[in-house]
Nanobody
Framework: VQLVESGGGLVQPGGSLRLSCAAS????????MGWFRQAPGKEREFVAA????????NYQDSVKGRFTISRDNAKNTVYLQMNSLKPEDTAVYYC?????????????????WGQGTQVTVSS
């Protein structure tokens, strides 16, 4: 099983980035997928999730209206489009997969994790 994130980098405040997470080794189309982030000195926190089947999405309040999660089951990839980025969005971003998901905010419900990609928002 592999989850490989890409698309991170350095961006100015107000800018945009699109993160990708390519999955392999499991049936991606039947897994709920999520994005988490961890800033220096802070705990890892939920950012967004998308459920398989219904495609229902949910977001952390601080990113609503700025970030959009999507998935392409044909490409086994989940995306996170991040607009209007702020310095407080600086973190390592991780994607994760869950076969069963009752509480998308709970890291313990996710079975698989990627290694993360760094996003830095700074002028």
């Amino acid at each position: 099983v592999q989850l490989v994130e890409s698309g991170g980098g350095l961006v100015q405040p107000g800018g945009s980035l699109r993160l990708s997470c390519a999955a392999s080794g499991f049936t991606f189309s039947t897994y709920h997928m999520g994005w988490f982030r961890q800033a220096p000195g802070k705990e890892r926190e939920f950012v967004a999730a998308i459920r398989w089947g219904s495609g229902t999405k949910n977001y952390q309040d601080s990113v609503k209206g700025r970030f959009t999660i999507s998935r392409d089951n044909a490409k086994n990839t989940v995306y996170l489009q991040m607009n209007s980025l702020k310095p407080e969005d600086t973190a390592v971003y991780y994607c994760a997969g869950a076969r069963r998901l009752d509480n998308s905010f709970d890291m313990k419900e996710y079975n698989y994790w990627g290694q993360g990609t760094q996003v830095t928002v700074s002028s």
